[in-house]
């Protein structure tokens, strides 16, 4: 059922040292020509990077968790990553619909992903302007986020929220626990 695929789609940030193709970038991407934009603006634009070079380079200017003071270890750095970008200066749409795009386009990466094997992050805590360089982002171009992608070697589990605390935890055995509300806590009204 699809509430199992998306229990499953759960943000991976440690990865084995398995490459990821071009062509399963692509198959990735493709996914994303089906996502529902804003006014049909379709104006998200994708950087696909599978360069062993490039991933090293730019996995030192990621931070992976948020929430928490752990980042992963270059023997787990993702093999791919996806680098989500629109025209600067953005026209016929707002920065906040963008926003709600790149949320359905990230999704629908994520779930070919993991058809094919792979778990992703998608992450917007990383050094926008040093990576734009890096990988020679054209300057009428901004990025605004970052998927990490590559085969998972972390195991992540939902748990229940207790006293709505959301803060999610990883233990030593590489095991990441994130906490959701119950259905009763997000359901606002029923009329």
Not at 5 to 27: A, C, D, P, Q, Y
Not at 47 to 63: A, G, Q, T, Y
Not at 81 to 91: G, M, Q, V
Request: charged fraction near 25%; include cysteine; aromatic fraction near 8%.
């Amino acid at each position: 059922m699809m509430i199992d695929i998306l229990k499953k789609i759960r943000s991976h940030r440690s990865f084995t040292k398995k490459k990821i193709s071009m062509e399963e970038l692509e198959k990735m991407l493709e996914a994303t020509r089906y996502a529902a934009s804003t006014k049909n603006s379709q104006k998200l634009r994708y950087v696909l990077i599978n360069s062993n070079e490039l991933c090293e380079k730019i996995f030192p200017m990621v931070k992976f968790a948020g929430a928490i003071s752990w980042n992963p270890t270059i023997e787990e750095a993702p093999t791919a990553y996806i680098l989500i970008c629109s025209e600067n200066p953005l026209t016929d749409i707002s920065e906040k619909n963008l926003y709600f795009d790149m949320g359905i386009a990230s999704q629908n990466i994520l779930l070919i992903a993991n058809e094919l094997g792979y778990g992703g992050c998608i992450i917007g805590s990383y050094n926008k302007p040093e990576i734009e360089k890096l990988i020679e982002l054209p300057k009428n171009y901004i990025s605004h986020m970052l998927i990490s992608l590559g085969e998972s070697k972390d195991t992540v589990s939902i748990i229940e929220a207790i006293d709505n605390n959301l803060i999610y935890s990883r233990d030593s055995n590489n095991h990441h626990f994130v906490p959701k509300l119950p259905l009763s806590k997000i359901s606002l009204l029923k009329k």
